[in-house]
């Protein structure tokens, strides 16, 4: 089955740096990766995705990029605020029943 | 309704008791997930139903026991929990692409936080 690894566990950045987090997969039938954030107590909520189609994909402040022939994809979240401070998990699927398979999770603390 | 809500937020049962965890739905999803999580750890999946049908059953113990009475609605049964089982239940919903038989995004509910004594 597919295997996600995700670095790193914890990442602690200064307000306005940017913060990078990278997940690995096995699977290379695996064309669906999502990004979700999780804050403590509250349910996760999907913040940015990419298909196997799309080398990168943007979203104001976050982006991710996927090499499919290295199999890995990454986070990038840019101008970091307060706000961000959250774990973020990666995830990865095949597209039939849209299991999703995540990495362990990366706890991320924005300093102000 | 853009949102997947779940009952109740939280549960302390014993390890003789029979409860019921709820989640619903009303974005015409035909999709239906369980998630069992543990602190600091991903959601880790238990069950998914693909129009009202059970199609995957990720090797959870008989104790837990799903049911879609209807697209909307998703049930999980339990009883005889073991303490260990003590979790976060998360539900989530997604909707088929467009065109194909794949999904697209998973929406989750908030969760229940089960304690098991």
């Known amino acids: 089955g597919e295997n996600v690894e995700q670095h790193p566990s914890t990442l602690s950045v200064q307000e306005g740096d940017s913060a990078v987090i990278k997940c690995t997969y096995s699977d290379s039938a695996s064309n669906y990766f999502p990004w979700y954030k999780q804050e403590l107590g509250k349910r996760p909520q999907l913040i940015i995705d990419?298909?196997?189609?799309?080398g990168e994909k943007k979203d104001q402040r976050i982006a991710v990029t996927l090499n499919k022939t290295a199999k890995h994809f990454s986070l990038h979240i840019t101008e970091t605020q307060p706000e961000d401070s959250a774990v973020y998990f990666c995830?990865?699927?095949?597209?039939?029943?849209?299991?999703?398979?995540f990495g362990a999770g990366t706890q991320v603390v924005v300093t102000p | 309704d853009t949102e997947v809500t779940q009952t109740p937020k939280h549960l302390v049962m014993g390890m003789t008791n029979k409860k019921s965890l709820k989640c619903e739905q009303h974005?015409?999803?035909?999709?239906m997930y369980w998630y069992k999580q543990k602190a600091k750890k991903p959601p880790e999946l238990m069950f998914v139903y693909s129009y009202e049908k059970l199609s995957i059953n990720e090797s959870v113990p008989s104790r837990f026991s799903p049911e879609c009475p209807n697209s909307s609605l998703l049930n999980l049964h339990l009883h005889a929990l073991q303490p260990e089982d003590s979790a976060l239940y998360l539900c989530?919903?997604?909707?088929?692409?467009?065109?194909?038989?794949?999904?697209?995004?998973?929406?989750f509910g908030p969760g229940t936080r089960l304690t098991v004594l």
């Open positions: 974005m015409g999803h035909r999709a």
């Open positions: 995830a990865a699927s095949r597209d039939s029943w849209g299991k999703l398979q």
């Open positions: 990419i298909r196997s189609n799309v």
């Open positions: 989530a919903s997604s909707r088929p692409q467009t065109g194909s038989s794949s999904y697209n995004e998973q929406f």
